[in-house]
């Protein structure tokens, strides 16, 4: 599984009197890093551990088939967990994304209302 490439939105800042659209974007960042970073160690570990199952050749018995079990426990957990980080960091982008599409409205609103004020009277 290749590494989650995420990128937070660039922030559209407030014009010159319009109203700032509040989001906390330096946490933003941190949780997208984390989890990006949890997915990356999950996928290498995850593609790690499929190559040295493969070395366990001429094991069998009781053991070898918990081994078995707990692997594919083991890996399905981290192949659900990668997902998840996947969709928790595509909802803060979209929320991002909605923040800057809110900040983008006030801008043009405090625009509108600066062109109407500066015209002929």
């Known amino acids: 599984m ?17 109203r700032t659209v509040r989001f906390p974007w330096s946490p933003a960042r941190a949780v997208l890093t984390a989890l990006s970073d949890a997915r990356s160690t999950l996928s290498t570990t995850l593609d790690t551990r499929a190559w040295n199952a493969l070395l366990a050749t ?19 957990a981290a192949s659900e967990l990668v997902e998840r980080a996947a ?28 062109g109407v004020a500066a015209g002929p009277g």
């Open 58 to 76: 001429g094991w069998e018995g009781a053991y070898r088939d918990e081994f078995d079990d707990a692997y594919a426990r083991l890996c399905a």
């Open 87 to 114: 969709a928790r960091a595509e909802t803060v982008i979209d929320a991002a994304g909605d923040a800057n599409r809110d900040q983008v409205r006030e801008n043009e609103h405090a625009a509108g209302l600066t």
């Open 2 to 18: 290749p590494r989650m490439l995420v990128e937070i939105p660039r922030r559209v800042w407030p014009a010159a009197g319009a």
